[in-house]
């Protein structure tokens, strides 16, 4: 039978192309990439590109990522289900709601308050109830529902903020991207572990948008890397 919904098809050839082609296997994630509907998270002007394989501005000088950063990341943060889930940078809240599928709560800290409040208002229509968006500095985590199984962290960092560090459970883990110079940026996974010696992997190279906090970038230091429409777009 033909979809009625043209967007549900384009949704499983992205999954099919931009992110099993290129290697991810989380049947978790695929599923949850399957799930949520792209188009709703873009602006409305941008919504024939929702599942084209690239960043799309989402107002504010800021980006929902492209389709396969989000479940790399996601991947990257080996959730099995039932987990307590940080989000720093809800954005268009996209991120969050592939988040909801395999997480049991999903925290998500956003510093624009237009943004956060359309992220909520919109995760609330969709249905997802378990998704918490809040207002603030996430680059000082969010206490209040210490401590996280997983942290993702949605916009690059000078480093990765100790606050965040200290909200991980023991075997927790956090991706995030994080500065190597003035344009390259590299995705790192830390795992804590119950001593001191946490693990810190490198996943690949990336291109995000600041983390402007108290333990990330002063909102004068990283104004480069904002969004270029001409040039290659941050994620
Ligand atoms: N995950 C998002 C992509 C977000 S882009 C999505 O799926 O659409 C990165 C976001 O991080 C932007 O919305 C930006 O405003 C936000 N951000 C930057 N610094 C922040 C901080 N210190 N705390 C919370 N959010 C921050």
């Keep these: 039978m033909k979809s009625v919904n043209p967007f549900m098809e384009r949704r499983h050839r992205m999954v099919r192309e931009q992110i099993s082609g290129r290697g991810l296997r989380d049947p978790k994630v695929l599923d949850a990439m399957q799930r949520v ?5 873009v602006p409305e002007h941008l919504r024939d590109f929702a599942y084209a394989d690239q960043p799309l501005p989402i107002g504010e000088g800021q980006t929902i990522s492209q389709p396969y950063i989000v479940a790399a990341m996601t991947e990257a943060l080996g959730l099995k289900g039932g987990e307590n889930v940080l989000e720093i940078g809800t954005g268009s809240g996209y991120a969050a709601a592939v988040l909801a599928h395999i997480a049991r709560e999903v925290h998500s800290v956003e510093r624009i308050a237009e943004l956060a409040n359309r992220a909520r208002k919109l ?8 998704v918490h968006v809040v207002e603030g500095d996430g680059s ?3 206490p209040e529902a210490a401590p996280y199984d997983a942290i993702v962290v949605t916009a690059e960092g000078p480093r990765i903020p100790p606050s965040l560090r200290a909200q991980l459970k023991p075997g927790g883990r956090l991706v995030m991207p994080v500065s190597e110079g003035p344009f390259e940026q590299v995705l790192l996974r830390l795992t804590r572990s119950a001593d001191d010696g946490d693990h810190v992997e490198k996943i690949c190279p990336v291109r995000f948008v600041p983390l402007i906090g108290a333990e990330g970038w002063s909102p004068t230091e990283r104004s480069h890397a904002e969004f270029s429409p001409a040039g290659q777009p941050s994620l």
């Design 37 to 41: 509907a792209r188009e709703a998270f």
């Design 123 to 130: 995760l609330q229509l969709l249905g997802y109830h378990t």
């Design 140 to 142: 000082l985590g969010w």
